[in-house]
Structures are given as C-alpha cells and as structure tokens.
C-alpha cells in the first residue's frame, strides 16, 4: 500500500489517500477528476472499477500530520 499525496500546488488544496493502485492509475484518476468523467462522480468507485483499494486519510482541511510515501502536483498533468 502507499500513501499518496495529491496536490494542487497553485491552491494549496490536497488529499492523502492510501491505494494499492500504481501511480499510472492515480493520473488516470487525477485526470477523471478535472474532466468530470468519474463514474458516478465517485471516487472509490473509480478504484474499486479497476480492482483497487482506496482509502482517503486527510485533506488540507483535517488537522493531521500523515506521512506520504510520494506526492503528485495535479498541475503536472494539465
């Protein structure tokens, strides 16, 4: 399992999440996300589609110091 950061560096928002997905499918889900193709505009559906854990463990609101295997920028995809 990793811990992933997703951040959006211009704005500062993120999310952790911990999956066994590679990071090939976490851009694919970056990428869902800002088109608006999620199935069901749900994240853990979208994993769980693609035989995947997904667990979501903070954002930039929780007040939790969680350490992070490594961090994708969103930006780095746009």
């Known amino acids: 399992m990793n811990k992933v950061k997703i951040y959006a560096g211009m704005t500062g928002e993120y999310e952790i999440i911990e999956t066994n997905a590679p990071k090939e499918v976490i851009i694919e889900y970056i990428i869902a996300c800002s088109n608006g193709t999620l199935p069901d ?19 930039q609101y929780d007040d939790l110091e969680i350490e992070y295997d490594y961090e994708l920028d969103i930006y780095d995809y746009f």
């Open 41 to 59: 505009d749900d994240p853990e559906k979208f994993f769980k589609q693609r035989g995947f854990y997904i667990d979501f463990l903070a954002c």
